[in-house]
């Protein structure tokens, strides 16, 4: 992970603190709602074999990991500390499982691989499917009002041993935050049978019961508007974060252990997926459901976005960095009170910016230029 030179080590932004814990608390696990959907509506469809979908998988999950996972991170490594050195051979010897961005990739993996086995041995519409579709309601009804309290309640013991930050190998993924993954991946499977166009919150009710075409994107649900709105959503989220973090500053009680913070932090991470995730999803169908006018910005672009930014994004922000701090007003305004506060925000907002942009670009053009690409990201 990058970190400018200009902002002191120990230097704490409070305000990009509480944002890192909001965008921690919905935005991965909206990715793993509309994965879990996406790989309902593969499985669902009738010339889509159980094979077929786990060769079509590990095509574009399996193969991205790995060789992200062999050269991705100390290639990043390597652009933020502008050497070479010895990165790479260290880097290998210690790697034990999935790096970096991709424990996404290979948690999902496991994920669509379970789910596949399920969907294998699960009654067929032509016998005792009827049943089977009630049951799977009655448990996404279920998950989808008081999954967030045993998914709370989850985290909370699983952080005693596992607390926020520790990754576990082989799949990368931090299992601090893993029982929310698992639940919005049920959640965004169920769904599709259940004919919820977009993920619904606890407090409102599912929008259908079934749909007309369980193998694609289109469904019988009609718009339901939330019962919390996305500004009050974001508001509630935001104005109790600072609850989890009540004591000393610099403590990291929060992220796991037998007291309040870590207890009072677990119920409201889970909260805050179930109030904003709905919203969100909401927002965006109700003001962006139409065909994007952008060159750039394209969904068919984002998976080897989501590749790319993290070594791109080193290498620009090196350069970026290395070029402010060699201009003596900049580093004069990032000692002052103002410039201790501000300037982290400024240089996160700015670069956060430029470093999507560069990589939607590359991406684009890595995908336009060689076609054969395409059959993986």
Same mark, same amino acid.
């Given at each position: 992970?990058?970190?400018?030179?200009?902002?002191?080590?120990?230097?704490? $932004?409070?305000?990009?603190?509480?944002?890192?814990?909001?965008?921690? $608390?919905?935005?991965?696990?909206?990715?793993?709602?509309?994965?879990?959907?996406?790989?309902?509506?593969?499985?669902?469809?009738?010339?889509?074999?159980?094979?077929?979908?786990?060769?079509?998988?590990?095509?574009?999950?399996?193969?991205?990991?790995?060789?992200?996972?062999?050269?991705? /991170?100390?290639?990043?490594?390597?652009?933020?500390?502008?050497?070479?050195?010895?990165?790479?051979?260290?880097?290998? !010897?210690?790697? !034990?499982?999935?790096?970096?961005?991709?424990?996404?990739?290979?948690?999902?993996?496991?994920?669509?691989?379970?789910?596949? +086995?399920?969907?294998?041995?699960?009654?067929?519409?032509?016998?005792?499917?009827?049943?089977?579709?009630?049951?799977?309601?009655?448990?996404?009804?279920?998950?989808?009002?008081?999954?967030? @309290?045993?998914?709370?309640?989850?985290?909370?013991?699983?952080?005693?041993?596992?607390?926020?930050?520790?990754?576990?190998?082989?799949?990368?993924?931090?299992?601090?935050? +893993?029982?929310?993954?698992?639940?919005?991946?049920? +959640?965004?499977?169920?769904?599709?049978?259940?004919?919820?166009?977009?993920?619904?919150?606890?407090?409102?009710?599912?929008?259908?019961?079934?749909?007309?075409?369980?193998?694609?994107?289109?469904?019988?649900?009609?718009? &339901?508007?939330?019962?919390?709105?996305?500004?009050?959503? &974001?508001?509630?989220?935001?104005?109790?974060? /600072?609850?989890?973090?009540?004591?000393? @500053?610099?403590?990291?009680?929060? $992220?796991?252990?037998?007291?309040?913070?870590?207890?009072?932090?677990?119920?409201?991470?889970?909260?805050?997926?179930?109030?904003?995730?709905?919203?969100?999803?909401?927002?965006?169908?109700?003001?962006?459901?139409?065909?994007?006018?952008?060159?750039?910005?394209?969904? !068919?672009?984002?998976?080897?976005?989501?590749?790319?930014?993290?070594?791109?994004?080193?290498?620009?922000?090196?350069?970026?960095?290395?070029?402010?701090?060699?201009?003596?007003?900049?580093?004069?305004?990032?000692?002052? /009170?103002?410039?201790?506060?501000?300037? /982290?925000?400024? +240089?996160?907002? &700015?670069?956060?910016?430029?470093?999507?942009?560069?990589?939607?670009?590359?991406?684009?053009?890595?995908?336009? $230029?060689?076609?054969?690409?395409?059959?993986?990201?």
């Amino acid at each position: 992970m990058f970190r400018s030179r200009l902002i002191p080590r120990d230097h704490l $932004s409070l305000p990009l603190f509480l944002f890192n814990g909001f965008n921690q $608390s919905f935005f991965m696990g909206l990715f793993f709602w509309v994965s879990g959907r996406m790989s309902a509506q593969a499985l669902n469809r009738k010339d889509v074999s159980l094979a077929a979908f786990l060769k079509t998988k590990a095509v574009r999950l399996l193969v991205p990991t790995v060789f992200y996972t062999m050269l991705g /991170p100390p290639l990043a490594a390597c652009l933020a500390q502008g050497r070479v050195g010895g990165v790479f051979k260290a880097y290998w !010897r210690q790697l !034990r499982g999935a790096r970096g961005v991709t424990w996404y990739t290979a948690t999902l993996l496991a994920f669509d691989a379970v789910a596949a +086995l399920l969907h294998q041995h699960t009654p067929s519409p032509t016998h005792d499917g009827k049943d089977h579709r009630e049951v799977s309601h009655v448990v996404y009804d279920a998950l989808r009002k008081y999954g967030w @309290v045993l998914a709370a309640t989850a985290c909370f013991f699983v952080r005693l041993d596992y607390p926020v930050g520790r990754a576990s190998a082989p799949l990368g993924v931090q299992p601090a935050y +893993l029982a929310q993954y698992i639940l919005a991946y049920i +959640l965004g499977y169920l769904s599709l049978k259940r004919g919820d166009a977009r993920m619904t919150g606890p407090f409102e009710q599912s929008s259908s019961t079934g749909t007309t075409e369980p193998g694609s994107l289109k469904s019988d649900a009609t718009a &339901v508007k939330p019962t919390v709105s996305l500004p009050m959503a &974001v508001t509630i989220s935001i104005l109790t974060a /600072p609850i989890c973090i009540l004591g000393p @500053v610099g403590s990291t009680s929060w $992220s796991g252990g037998w007291n309040l913070n870590a207890a009072v932090y677990a119920v409201w991470n889970e909260l805050s997926f179930m109030l904003v995730g709905p919203a969100l999803m909401d927002y965006f169908q109700r003001h962006h459901n139409r065909v994007t006018t952008s060159s750039l910005w394209q969904a !068919r672009y984002s998976f080897v976005t989501f590749l790319l930014h993290i070594p791109l994004s080193a290498a620009i922000e090196s350069v970026v960095d290395k070029g402010l701090a060699g201009i003596p007003g900049v580093a004069r305004i990032m000692e002052t /009170p103002v410039g201790r506060t501000l300037g /982290p925000i400024v +240089l996160s907002g &700015v670069m956060g910016y430029v470093n999507s942009t560069a990589s939607f670009a590359v991406g684009k053009w890595l995908l336009e $230029s060689f076609p054969s690409l395409k059959r993986v990201l």
